[in-house]
């Protein structure tokens, strides 16, 4: 989970993409935020919307984060001391890395261009997004309704 990123939100790189295809000349650029986050750190802010504070204790793939605390209402089926973050390492890639970062300097440069939506500010739409989708489930099963639910 110490991997490092450099975590980005489609808009601004569909926006940046545009602004690309808007020149005379072809020239190829960096699509990237320029700046690095963990993935650890990612879903502590993930976490973090929930109401839910999190410790990480471990290394490596026996790495797991426990919950410490929850505040509001968002994460009823949530336990202090529970785990509820384990890597899985079917999902390392075969050449993984643990650095990716790209330089956008070119971009802000040539096109004027840099992100407008920061990791908290994308990682809010994608919890918000979830949280709803999950409380609908919540609403039709207490109802009687058979729900999917993908665990991916």
């Known amino acids: 989970m110490g991997a490092l990123r450099d975590w980005g939100h489609a808009k601004d790189y569909v926006r940046m993409q545009w602004m690309m295809l808007q020149q005379d000349q072809p020239q190829d650029y960096v699509i990237a935020t320029g700046l690095q986050y963990s993935?650890?750190?990612?879903?502590?802010?993930?976490?973090?919307?929930?109401?839910?504070?999190?410790n990480f204790e471990g290394t490596g793939v026996?790495?797991?984060?426990?919950?410490?605390?929850?505040?509001?209402t968002n994460a009823p089926g949530?336990?202090?001391g529970k785990a509820i973050v384990r890597v899985d390492p079917r999902y390392f890639r075969p050449t993984e890395v643990e650095t990716l970062l790209g330089d956008p300097s070119k971009a802000k440069e040539n096109l004027g261009w840099i992100p407008e939506i920061t990791l908290d500010d994308?990682?809010?739409?994608?919890v918000d997004h979830d949280l709803s989708a999950a409380k609908q489930s919540a609403l039709l099963k207490a109802h009687g309704y058979a729900v999917p639910v993908s665990r991916e």
């Open 62 to 72: 026996e790495e797991v984060g426990r919950v410490a605390a929850i505040t509001g």
């Open 122 to 126: 994308m990682i809010a739409e994608m």
């Open 78 to 80: 949530v336990q202090v």
């Open 39 to 54: 993935v650890r750190e990612f879903i502590r802010r993930a976490a973090a919307r929930l109401g839910i504070a999190l």
